[in-house]
C-alpha cells in the first residue's frame, strides 16, 4: 500500500517550487506523473510538512491512499523505486577512491571514506525495498574500509567478515575431482573457469543431474554451486565469490570486475556494464553446446578473455 501526495504548487514565491523540488528528491518519492509522488504508506507522515508549506503560500496538496488491482500494477508502482542505477553510481564512485587509495595520503583517504560511506547511508534511507544491491553495495563498502586500514593500519586487527569464510591453500586442492549441476550457466560456468585457471589447472568436472538428491557427487569430489556443496552462496555472495575469496584471490581487480558481472547476472544487484555482453554470449555457447565439457571449454575461453581486456586494472 502507498499513499499519494497531489500537488499543486503555487507561482509565487518561486522558492517553494525549489523547495519542493528538493525536498520530494531528497525523500526518494516515486513520480506517478507531474505533481503525484508516492511513498509507501508507513513513510507517509515524511509528506506532512510538504503539505503545511504548500498550503501556507497559497497551493494546493493532498494526500490519499493508493492500492492496486493486480500484480502487474503494483510492478509498476514498485518500479518507481528501483534504485539500481543510483548504487551503480555510487559503486563507480566508490572504484574511483579504490583506485586512488596507493597514491593518497591517510587524511585525504579516510575523508573520501567517509564521504563514500555517508553516500552508501543517504541511498539507502530512501531505498524503500532493498535488495541484493543494497547488500552487494555494503559489502564493497567494508572492503573498502578493510583496503583503506590495510594501508593506514598495518597490524590493526581485521573483524572477520560474519560469513566467515576460510582461507585455503590451493597446494591441497590439486587434481581433483570438480562436482556441480549439470547445463552450467553463470555462475557454475565462472567458477569451472576460477578453479582451471587459478586453483587446480588438472581439474576435472562431474556434472550433475540432481547432486542434492538422486545423483550426488562422487566421493572425494569437491561440490560447488549446489545445496549442500563445499563451495556455494555464503550471505551475499555467489559461489564465484566464495571461491576467490577461500582461495585468496577476491584482492584481484580483473576478478573482481569479473566477479561483479557474474553476481549481478545470478541473483542481482547492482548493473554492470559486461553482464549483458557475457550473458548474450553464454547463451549462445549453451545453444551451441549440448555437451556441458564443451560448453565449459567454450565458456573458459570468454572468460579468459574478460580477464585479459586491455585497458582494464592490472
Not at 543494497?134 to 563498502?141: K, R, V
Not at 569464510?165 to 549439470?182: E, N, S, V
Not at 543431474?209 to 555464503?234: I, M, N, S, W
Not at 564443451?294 to 586494472?313: E, H, I, K, S, W
Amino acid at each position: 500500500m502507498w499513499n499519494v501526495l497531489f500537488l499543486t504548487l503555487p507561482t509565487q514565491p518561486s522558492a517553494v517550487r525549489l523547495r519542493m523540488w528538493r525536498a520530494l528528491k531528497s525523500l526518494g518519492c516515486g513520480a506517478l506523473r507531474d505533481g503525484a509522488y508516492v511513498l509507501p504508506v508507513a513513510h507517509a507522515a515524511l509528506f506532512d510538512p510538504l503539505v503545511s508549506e504548500v498550503r501556507s503560500h497559497g497551493g494546493q496538496a493532498s494526500v490519499l491512499e493508493l492500492s492496486t488491482s493486480d500484480e502487474a500494477q503494483r510492478a509498476e508502482v514498485l518500479a518507481l523505486f528501483d534504485r539500481a542505477e543510483a548504487y551503480s553510481q555510487w559503486r563507480a564512485e566508490a572504484q574511483s577512491l579504490a583506485a586512488a587509495l596507493p597514491a593518497l595520503e591517510e587524511t585525504e583517504a579516510r575523508r573520501r571514506w567517509r564521504s563514500t560511506s555517508e553516500a552508501l547511508q543517504n541511498l539507502r534511507r530512501i531505498d524503500y525495498y532493498p535488495g541484493a544491491a543494497a547488500e552487494q553495495a555494503q559489502a564493497e563498502l567494508d572492503m573498502l574500509r578493510q583496503a583503506l586500514d590495510t594501508r593506514f593500519s598495518r597490524g590493526e586487527p581485521v573483524a572477520q567478515a560474519p560469513h566467515g569464510i576460510p582461507r585455503l591453500d590451493p597446494r591441497k586442492f590439486q587434481g581433483k575431482r570438480w562436482a556441480t549441476r549439470a547445463r552450467p550457466w553463470v555462475d557454475r560456468l565462472a567458477c569451472a573457469w576460477l578453479i582451471r585457471r587459478f586453483i587446480d589447472p588438472e581439474a576435472r568436472f562431474v556434472w550433475l543431474a540432481d547432486p542434492a538428491g538422486a545423483t550426488p557427487a562422487p566421493r572425494g569430489a569437491l561440490g560447488f554451486d549446489y545445496d549442500g556443496a563445499r563451495f556455494t552462496h555464503v550471505g551475499s555472495r555467489v559461489s564465484f565469490e566464495v571461491l576467490a575469496a577461500s582461495f585468496g584471490l577476491d584482492a584481484d581487480p580483473r576478478l573482481q570486475r569479473i566477479a561483479r558481472a557474474v553476481h549481478f547476472l545470478d541473483i542481482g544487484g547492482i548493473p554492470v556494464p559486461e553482464a549483458a555482453g557475457l550473458e548474450a554470449v553464454l547463451s549462445g555457447l549453451r545453444e551451441v553446446h549440448a555437451d556441458d565439457d564443451q560448453l565449459n571449454g567454450a565458456a573458459a575461453t570468454v572468460f579468459d578473455a574478460l580477464y585479459a581486456a586491455p585497458g582494464q586494472p592490472t
